[in-house]
């Protein structure tokens, strides 16, 4: 069983970062970035969770809980994603543990189909990725209202899982 893993990592200040490692799906190795900092005397690289000092008692229980919680969120975003037969790469990972770690608003990464496809219709009009033909966009325009009609018959919305 796949293992989540904390290691800290030398940042050139008194204080180390702490990073999460996961290995998932057939040698996939996610490395996250948390938000948490020490003092490498602090670590318990055996345990791999801070050391409860007398000095610090509080702040140090707490970053151990939070890198529990973070440690059991990795374990079922990879369970929730293999029972949902989806291939999870480490972008999506990221963006999970992002969302889950309030990094991120999920609502405002989060875009609908049909937000996406008017925007990819703005790029290409634009021509800041490719220039397409007018003929082109017209079809696309064409498509995307024929799309938005089919969605407000049916009362449906097209997500992005």
């Not at 970062?17 to 057939?26: A, D, G, N, P, S």
């Not at 963006?95 to 989060?110: G, Q, Y």
Request: net charge positive; hydrophobic share 30%; proline share 4%.
């Amino acid at each position: 069983m796949a293992e989540v893993r904390f290691y800290l990592k030398d940042t050139g200040h008194p204080k180390f970062q702490i990073y999460l490692t996961y290995v998932y799906e057939k040698g996939k190795r996610l490395r996250y970035h948390t938000k948490f900092t020490i003092l490498e005397d602090d670590w318990h690289p055996k345990r791999q969770r801070p050391k409860i000092s007398l000095t610090r008692p509080h702040e140090n229980s707490d970053i151990s809980i939070q890198l529990d919680k973070l440690a059991s969120e990795a374990i079922s975003i990879n369970a929730r994603y293999q029972n949902e037969k989806v291939i999870l790469n480490n972008t999506l990972f990221k963006r999970e543990l992002d969302i889950f770690t309030n990094k991120v608003d999920p609502s405002a990464s989060k875009k609908n189909f049909i937000q996406f496809f008017e925007q990819f219709i703005n790029t290409r009009k634009q021509g800041t990725k490719r220039r397409y033909s007018e003929g082109s966009i017209e079809v696309y325009s064409t498509t995307l209202k024929k799309v938005k009609q089919f969605a407000a018959s049916k009362k449906c919305k097209f997500d992005f899982p």
